[in-house]
């Protein structure tokens, strides 16, 4: 079974900086769409940014030119870097693997993280 871990998350202040690492883990073969998502204190969980195995990109308004997400296919990892952060990025932090291909052949669908808290604040 794939599992998905992620780490990076903590206290930081407004305009700092913060990079999340998200690392699955299994019998691995591919990971077709890997992304970043977060959920607020009561708020709906939402999308950050995804990228595709092939690099392309989507992110959220709300993020956009302020967070970079990143993968290295070889080591089955996403990351999220962070910059100009706003207490309104306070969140808990989820990484999700949408399509997952075993090495034998099986696929897993929606695979998420425990999840990393964020919290922006002076």
């Known amino acids: 079974q794939v599992q998905l871990v992620e780490s990076g998350g903590g206290l930081v202040q407004p305009g700092g900086s913060l990079r999340l690492s998200c690392a699955a883990s299994g019998s691995i073969f591919a990971i077709n769409v890997m992304g970043w998502y977060r959920q607020a204190p009561g708020k709906q969980r939402e999308l950050v940014a995804t990228i595709t195995s092939g690099g392309s990109t989507n992110y959220a308004d709300s993020v956009k030119g302020r967070f970079t997400v990143t993968r290295d296919n070889a080591k089955n990892t996403v990351y999220l870097q962070m910059s100009s952060l706003k207490p309104e990025d306070t969140a808990v932090y989820y990484c999700?693997?949408?399509?997952?291909?075993?090495?034998?052949?099986?696929?897993?669908?929606?695979?998420w993280g425990q999840g990393t808290q964020v919290t922006v604040s002076s």
């Open positions: 999700n693997a949408n399509e997952v291909v075993t090495r034998i052949r099986a696929r897993e669908y929606d695979v």
